[in-house]
């Protein structure tokens, strides 16, 4: 079994920080790409990042220069720091990766998500 579990999602007032985990646990041979997703209310879910094991990032032009990709290889972990969010940034933050198991498949899965919100 896989787990993505995401935390540091909360309320932040616009111009603020804020920074997103996501731990992948569990029965995991690598990880590869990783991302963040996003969706909020009454819109479709949104790719916002994604970095891969060799850390290429890229990211959706809203946020280029306010969000920052990372990743800790080590612990299966990945990470979001989001600077200077707008109201716009708020939505259920997604983690994503996709990871190769003991048999050598390669799966994709979703962490639970993670509510951010940007209000004054």
């Known amino acids: 079994q896989v787990q993505l579990v995401e935390s540091g999602g909360g309320l932040v007032q616009p111009g603020g920080s804020l920074r997103l985990s996501c731990a992948a646990s569990?029965?995991?041979?690598?990880?590869?790409?990783m991302a963040w997703y996003r969706q909020a209310p009454g819109k479709e879910r949104e790719l916002v990042a994604t970095?891969?094991?060799?850390?290429?990032?890229n990211y959706v032009d809203s946020v280029k220069g306010r969000f920052t990709i990372s990743r800790d290889n080590a612990k299966n972990t990945v990470h979001l720091q989001m600077n200077s969010l707008k109201p716009e940034d708020t939505a259920v933050y997604y983690c994503?990766?996709?990871?190769?198991?003991?048999?050598?498949?390669?799966?994709?899965?979703w962490g639970q998500g993670t509510q951010v919100t940007v209000s004054p």
């Open positions: 970095i891969t094991n060799g850390g290429s990032t």
């Open positions: 994503n990766a996709n990871i190769v198991r003991a048999t050598l498949r390669q799966f994709n899965y």
């Open positions: 569990g029965s995991i041979l690598r990880v590869d790409d």
